[in-house]
């Protein structure tokens, strides 16, 4: 049975660029409700820990760089279907492969610089918010 919960993260290169209300607003108008969100940088440690499932990838260190360079903004939504649903709506983690319409198309500079993370699954949807997230802080 699908999860109706799913975790994103709006990433350091967005915030920088100002563009948090524009992916929020294409979040609530795909029907996402917030159910937890919070501002807040990661230290190298933490986005280390983060992304460890990639430690052997050639790409880990410039992630982790990448990640913890600024502030990000956390967020688990509420939606049926809700990790499918978000991944179609964030699109291809390539921009020039992303569908029009997309968040990544809209506001991703590269793959590395992609603008938003969105759970892949279900299960990691649940790991990846508990790591940012207690039971009080959602909603």
Do not use: W
Not at 55 to 76: C, H, N
Not at 102 to 107: A, D, E
Request: hydrophobic share 40%; charged share 25%.
């Amino acid at each position: 049975m699908a999860s109706n919960r799913t975790f994103t993260m709006i990433k350091p290169d967005a915030v920088e660029a100002g563009n948090i209300g524009n992916i929020l607003a294409m979040i609530n108008n795909a029907g996402f409700r917030i159910v937890a969100m919070k501002y807040t940088k990661l230290s190298e440690e933490k986005a280390g820990a983060f992304y460890e499932v990639h430690k052997e990838r050639p790409f880990y260190g410039e992630l982790v760089e990448f990640m913890s360079r600024g502030p990000i903004v956390a967020a688990i939504l509420e939606k049926d279907n809700a990790v499918e649903d978000f991944r179609k709506l964030i699109g291809a983690t390539n921009p020039a492969q992303a569908e029009e319409g997309t968040i990544r198309k809209k506001y991703a500079k590269s793959i590395g610089e992609n603008a938003v993370h969105g759970s892949d699954s279900d299960e990691n949807a649940a790991i990846e918010g508990n790591f940012f997230f207690s039971g009080l802080e959602r909603f």
